[in-house]
């Protein structure tokens, strides 16, 4: 095993996504709807599951973006739709300024090198019947990055980046630990040198006292190659010690988007505390403390058919008439914070009018008002660097609240 | 409904035979008692030593956390429990009584009588421990009609009741779902209805909540401890979460490689552990207050195959900690389970001279630096623990 010791912690560069040279991608209100067919035999589509309705967000080249949320909320979706191993619906998806959503096959192919993707099941992700080197060698051969006569020095190379030993090439996947295999797999994703990873479930699957080593593994790559990384997990703990900025979903959507430190420390959407506070915490009750717990009655609803408005007001404790009306809008807040709640605050200190009201133009039920104006691209991935934090918002909707 | 319908049922059970003869069995008397238990499998490469040489006991109203990780034997401990090993495949050795029941060589007879109704269990999955082809009502009916003789509309009745009290919206209409039609949340839900449907004065939840979102783990803990409550009971629960162990779990108990190396109350063992893998346990896994700057510090290596367990202390090929023992003691002796330094009923086994100043000086301040001036916190906890059998 190659730990390396305790180091101290060089700060990932470039995570600040306002500056647009340093995006490496953008993704702008992208959606993905599975069409519910009838059955008999004319399958006609009843319905659609709206797993990904409109998301945006930014990940800037060599940082790292966390994608949390429960099962359900369309987080892997959304990275199968980075990798396009799904087709999405709508929306776009900027890598290095060119859109991949609309990539044929043949057009995708050069660009799969650059995205690649570590799958959660290190037992179901390999192929039993190939050896070590088939499996990482293979991405190799295919984009014939280099002469395959050079190809098992560069998978040696490989298996000793992730900690394997390089001798171990022939061996099969089922002759190793379930750490091991996961370190197999990241050896494939890297094989192609690519500049982003996305990172389904990562460590999810691994024992705990593994789980670490792979984490370590992860952000040793991560600083060594400069890749960027969209690391999907419902681990709050692991996400918020990987990613300088998180991105919590629920049921399709962004609720709520920031730089870690404001994220755990102080969420400003109810599903973000709710979902923080439900999170055991050994030392808080080492030392005796315990979390107030948020309870959240029932459970999501099915994303077929999706509550109007706000997908959160049917298990939300602040819900009132706007939030049935009026979808809000992912609001930046801060420098690197933004939110979409109608009533966004820290727990406890939420006003009783919605902060949402002078960018939608509409009263405090949710009625438009005449001659307010709705402002427009409210769906833009990253920060801009002029925004109006809550207060201010606060103070001009609550102009709107009443007419 | 009032706890009286849950506990009306339960009155006949036979009194524990345990503490001499009319000895009337009061609260502090352990409910089950696993004595010097070892669990071994044959296979063709040879035998399988999942649980060695394993003792702990449970009272009612108590809760003790079994952690580990995959292959600790905290699942094939429990198991055993219920006589749940096949006996063509499995030597089991040493005691183990519920209730004063011993149940190792029990015959089938007695132990479905005592499976359901004395010890119920909640399994990991509830999509695989349900049957997909019967009803959720179905299926809780079975397991109380097993034990009651009722018919089937009161049985019916109970379930619908069951199901209200862990909390399933129209649990007069979704008793005739089938599992499939239920949200995971709701299928361990229907799973610890149907468990505790004959008021069993023992359940063992096996990972209930690892399947689950944290917010409806939040909301299974939550009902778990509300039943515990009300009825009673003992509970072991096993994970390998220690968050979950520190909400839950009155007492601890660490297995590694089939074996207990630590075991004491919850918040003494969390503060004060005395054992290299407890150690690694803590400091492996981020929480969502660290310090995001510092690195994990990981476990080195992996688990033991229980095939061929490492000579000596169990941890020993991954302890970073052995050079400081004089000797070879560590890859020659097996440590015994000696009482810890710091509290009552807390004990580990370690061959360092003094495991707790260890901790404090090493280990504390790399993992916690925020926790290691406020070590005596942990001396202080160690007077308030309540006293154990």
């Given at each position: 095993?190659?730990?390396?010791?305790?180091?101290?912690?060089?700060?990932?560069?470039?995570?600040?996504?306002?500056?647009k040279?340093?995006?490496?991608?953008?993704?702008?209100?992208?959606?993905?709807?599975?069409?519910?067919?009838?059955?008999?035999?004319?399958?006609?589509?009843?319905?659609?599951?709206?797993?990904?309705?409109g998301?945006?967000?930014?990940?800037?080249?060599?940082?790292?973006?966390?994608?949390?949320?429960?099962s359900?909320?369309?987080?892997?979706?959304?990275?199968?739709?980075?990798?396009?191993?799904?087709?999405?619906?709508?929306?776009?998806?900027?890598?290095?300024?060119?859109?991949?959503?609309?990539?044929?096959?043949?057009?995708m192919?050069?660009?799969?090198?650059?995205?690649?993707?570590?799958?959660?099941?290190?037992?179901?992700?390999?192929?039993?019947?190939?050896?070590?080197?088939?499996?990482?060698?293979?991405?190799?051969?295919?984009?014939?990055?280099?002469?395959?006569?050079?190809?098992?020095?560069?998978?040696?190379?490989?298996?000793?980046?992730?900690?394997?030993?390089?001798?171990?090439?022939?061996?099969?996947?089922?002759?190793?630990?379930?750490?091991?295999?996961?370190?197999?797999?990241?050896?494939?994703?890297?094989?192609?040198?690519?500049?982003?990873?996305?990172?389904?479930?990562?460590?999810?699957?691994?024992?705990?006292?593994?789980?670490?080593?792979?984490?370590?593994?992860?952000?040793?790559?991560q600083?060594?190659?400069?890749?960027?990384?969209?690391?999907?997990?419902?681990?709050?703990?692991?996400?918020?010690?990987?990613?300088?900025?998180?991105?919590?979903?629920y049921?399709?959507?962004?609720?709520?988007?920031?730089?870690?430190?404001?994220?755990?420390?102080?969420?400003?959407?109810?599903?973000?505390?709710?979902?923080?506070?439900a999170?055991?915490?050994?030392?808080?009750?080492?030392?005796?403390?315990?979390?107030?717990?948020?309870?959240?009655?029932?459970?999501?609803?099915?994303?077929?058919?999706?509550?109007?408005?706000?997908?959160?007001?049917?298990?939300?404790?602040?819900?009132?008439?706007?939030?049935?009306?009026?979808?809000?809008?992912?609001?930046?807040?801060?420098?690197?914070?933004?939110?979409?709640?109608?009533?966004?605050?820290?727990?406890?200190?939420?006003?009783?009018?919605?902060?949402?009201?002078?960018?939608?133009?509409?009263?405090?039920?949710?009625?438009?008002?005449?001659?307010?104006?709705?402002?427009?691209?409210?769906?833009?991935?990253g920060?801009?660097?002029?925004?109006d934090?809550?207060?201010?918002?606060?103070?001009?909707?609550?102009?709107?609240?009443?007419? | 409904?009032?706890?009286?319908s849950?506990?009306?049922?339960?009155?006949?059970?036979?009194?524990?035979?345990?503490?001499?003869?009319?000895?009337?069995?009061?609260?502090?008397?352990?409910?089950?008692?696993?004595?010097?238990?070892?669990?071994?499998?044959?296979?063709?490469?040879?035998?399988?030593?999942?649980?060695?040489?394993?003792?702990?006991?449970?009272?009612?109203?108590?809760?003790?956390?079994?952690?580990?990780e995959?292959?600790?034997?905290k699942?094939?401990?429990?198991?055993?429990v219920?006589?749940?090993?096949?006996?063509?495949?499995?030597?089991?050795?040493?005691?183990?009584?519920?209730?004063?029941?011993?149940?190792?060589?029990?015959?089938?007879?007695?132990?479905?009588?005592?499976?359901?109704?004395?010890?119920?269990?909640?399994?990991?999955?509830?999509?695989?421990?349900?049957?997909?082809?019967?009803?959720?009502?179905?299926?809780?009916?079975?397991?109380?009609?097993?034990?009651?003789?009722?018919?089937?509309?009161?049985?019916?009745?109970?379930?619908?009741?069951m199901?209200?009290?862990?909390?399933?919206?129209?649990?007069?209409?979704?008793?005739?779902?089938?599992?499939?039609?239920?949200?995971?949340?709701?299928?361990?839900?229907?799973?610890?209805?149907?468990?505790?449907?004959n008021?069993?004065?023992?359940?063992?939840?096996?990972?209930?909540?690892?399947?689950?979102?944290v917010?409806?783990?939040?909301?299974?803990?939550?009902?778990?401890?509300?039943?515990?409550?009300?009825?009673?009971?003992?509970?072991?629960?096993?994970?390998?979460?220690?968050?979950?162990?520190?909400?839950?779990?009155?007492?601890?108990?660490?297995?590694?490689?089939?074996?207990?190396?630590?075991?004491?109350?919850?918040?003494?063992?969390?503060?004060?552990?005395?054992?290299p893998?407890?150690?690694?346990?803590?400091?492996?896994?981020?929480?969502?207050?660290?310090?995001?700057?510092?690195?994990?510090?990981?476990?080195?290596?992996?688990?033991?195959?229980?095939?061929?367990?490492?000579?000596?202390?169990?941890f020993?090929?991954?302890?970073?900690?052995?050079?400081?023992?004089?000797?070879?003691?560590?890859?020659?002796?097996?440590?015994?389970l000696?009482?810890?330094?710091?509290?009552?009923?807390?004990?580990?086994?370690?061959?360092l001279?003094?495991?707790?100043?260890?901790?404090?000086?090493?280990?504390?301040?790399?993992?916690?630096?925020?926790?290691?001036?406020?070590?005596?916190?942990?001396?202080?906890?160690?007077?308030?623990?309540?006293?154990?059998?």
């Amino acid at each position: 095993m190659t730990e390396t010791q305790a180091q101290p912690h060089t700060n990932l560069r470039g995570t600040g996504a306002d500056n647009k040279g340093d995006t490496l991608l953008e993704v702008i209100d992208l959606k993905k709807h599975f069409p519910v067919k009838s059955s008999g035999i004319i399958r006609r589509t009843v319905a659609h599951v709206q797993a990904v309705d409109g998301v945006s967000f930014a990940v800037p080249r060599g940082g790292s973006l966390g994608l949390v949320g429960e099962s359900g909320c369309g987080k892997s979706t959304t990275g199968r739709l980075i990798t396009r191993l799904y087709d999405p619906t709508a929306g776009r998806m900027m890598f290095e300024g060119q859109d991949i959503a609309a990539l044929s096959r043949r057009q995708m192919l050069p660009l799969r090198s650059e995205i690649q993707m570590i799958f959660q099941d290190p037992y179901s992700s390999l192929n039993p019947r190939h050896t070590v080197g088939t499996i990482v060698g293979t991405p190799l051969r295919v984009h014939k990055v280099v002469p395959d006569d050079k190809v098992l020095d560069r998978v040696r190379e490989l298996l000793e980046v992730v900690g394997l030993n390089p001798e171990h090439y022939n061996r099969y996947p089922n002759e190793f630990s379930g750490g091991q295999r996961q370190r197999i797999g990241i050896a494939r994703a890297l094989a192609l040198q690519p500049k982003l990873l996305v990172a389904d479930e990562p460590v999810s699957a691994l024992d705990v006292s593994i789980q670490a080593q792979v984490v370590n593994l992860l952000q040793d790559v991560q600083r060594e190659f400069n890749i960027a990384f969209l690391f999907i997990a419902h681990d709050l703990a692991v996400v918020r010690h990987f990613c300088p900025e998180v991105a919590v979903m629920y049921l399709g959507k962004i609720v709520e988007i920031a730089d870690r430190e404001t994220l755990y420390s102080r969420p400003h959407h109810p599903y973000t505390q709710a979902l923080l506070s439900a999170v055991p915490d050994v030392k808080q009750a080492a030392i005796g403390g315990r979390r107030e717990r948020i309870p959240l009655e029932g459970d999501v609803p099915s994303p077929v058919n999706p509550p109007s408005g706000c997908r959160f007001r049917t298990r939300c404790w602040m819900a009132q008439d706007i939030c049935a009306k009026q979808v809000p809008p992912l609001l930046q807040i801060g420098p690197r914070h933004k939110v979409a709640c109608h009533f966004a605050g820290e727990r406890g200190s939420t006003g009783a009018v919605p902060v949402t009201l002078d960018v939608l133009g509409c009263n405090s039920h949710g009625d438009p008002v005449p001659g307010a104006t709705r402002a427009a691209d409210l769906e833009t991935p990253g920060y801009s660097p002029d925004f109006d934090d809550l207060e201010t918002h606060r103070r001009k909707s609550a102009e709107l609240a009443d007419r | 409904m009032t706890s009286e319908s849950f506990l009306g049922t339960s009155g006949s059970h036979p009194a524990p035979q345990q503490a001499g003869p009319g000895a009337v069995p009061t609260a502090e008397d352990p409910f089950l008692v696993v004595d010097h238990l070892s669990v071994r499998f044959p296979t063709h490469d040879g035998l399988v030593q999942a649980v060695s040489d394993l003792s702990y006991t449970v009272r009612r109203g108590q809760t003790l956390g079994i952690v580990g990780e995959s292959g600790s034997g905290k699942s094939v401990s429990s198991m055993a429990v219920l006589s749940l090993h096949n006996p063509k495949s499995t030597r089991l050795e040493g005691s183990i009584t519920v209730g004063g029941q011993e149940v190792v060589g029990a015959d089938d007879a007695t132990m479905r009588k005592l499976r359901g109704k004395e010890v119920a269990m909640i399994f990991q999955d509830p999509l695989t421990a349900l049957h997909p082809f019967y009803t959720v009502g179905q299926q809780i009916t079975e397991a109380y009609r097993i034990h009651a003789d009722v018919s089937k509309s009161t049985a019916k009745k109970r379930a619908i009741e069951m199901l209200d009290r862990v909390g399933i919206p129209q649990a007069r209409s979704r008793v005739d779902d089938y599992p499939h039609q239920f949200s995971g949340g709701m299928r361990q839900r229907a799973m610890i209805a149907m468990s505790l449907v004959n008021d069993p004065k023992l359940l063992i939840a096996d990972e209930p909540t690892t399947a689950l979102d944290v917010t409806v783990q939040a909301q299974i803990l939550d009902l778990l401890q509300d039943l515990q409550r009300e009825f009673n009971s003992a509970i072991i629960i096993i994970t390998h979460d220690l968050g979950v162990i520190a909400e839950m779990a009155d007492d601890v108990l660490v297995m590694y490689a089939g074996r207990a190396v630590e075991t004491g109350p919850t918040k003494l063992l969390l503060t004060a552990p005395e054992m290299p893998y407890t150690w690694g346990l803590l400091s492996s896994v981020p929480d969502v207050a660290a310090d995001t700057d510092a690195r994990l510090i990981p476990i080195p290596g992996n688990p033991p195959s229980l095939l061929n367990p490492p000579s000596g202390c169990p941890f020993n090929p991954r302890c970073v900690y052995k050079p400081k023992v004089p000797g070879e003691l560590c890859v020659t002796t097996l440590p015994e389970l000696l009482p810890a330094k710091v509290g009552r009923d807390h004990r580990r086994r370690c061959h360092l001279p003094d495991p707790h100043e260890t901790y404090r000086l090493e280990v504390l301040p790399e993992i916690a630096p925020e926790l290691a001036g406020q070590e005596l916190a942990g001396q202080e906890l160690a007077g308030q623990e309540k006293v154990g059998p």
